[in-house]
């Protein structure tokens, strides 16, 4: 069955850099457009980005345009996000994503907290 795994979230300071991965398997990646989702506490799930299955076409929030960075392997089936000048209020659990025959799958999540 399709399996998503995120890591690298973790504590970082305002204005600091992480790097967010996720491994695929179940499914034949190279074929499935992939996205980054995140929830904070008491709030919606939204989409963060989203990058076509070749990797040639990505999209973004509004709010993280010029600072978060969508990329993926297909050779070793992960996504990325490099997100970069982190703020306070992007702490939330952070999800990668992928739709396959018309079922969503996700991710058990991997926790940002942006905090000094």
């Known amino acids: 069955q399709v399996q998503l795994v995120e890591s690298g979230g973790g504590l970082v300071q305002p204005g600091g850099s992480l790097r967010l991965s996720c491994a695929a398997s179940g499914l034949t990646f190279s074929r499935f457009a992939m996205r980054w989702y995140r929830q904070a506490p008491g709030k919606e799930r939204e989409l963060v980005a989203g990058?076509?299955?070749?990797?040639?076409?990505?999209n973004y929030g509004d709010s993280v345009k010029g600072r978060f960075t969508i990329s993926r392997d297909n050779g070793l089936n992960t996504e990325s996000l490099q997100m970069n000048s982190l703020k306070h209020e992007e702490t939330a659990v952070y999800y990668c994503n992928t739709v396959r025959l018309r079922t969503m799958y996700w991710g058990q999540g991997t926790q940002v907290t942006v905090s000094s």
């Open positions: 990058i076509s299955s070749d990797g040639g076409s990505t």
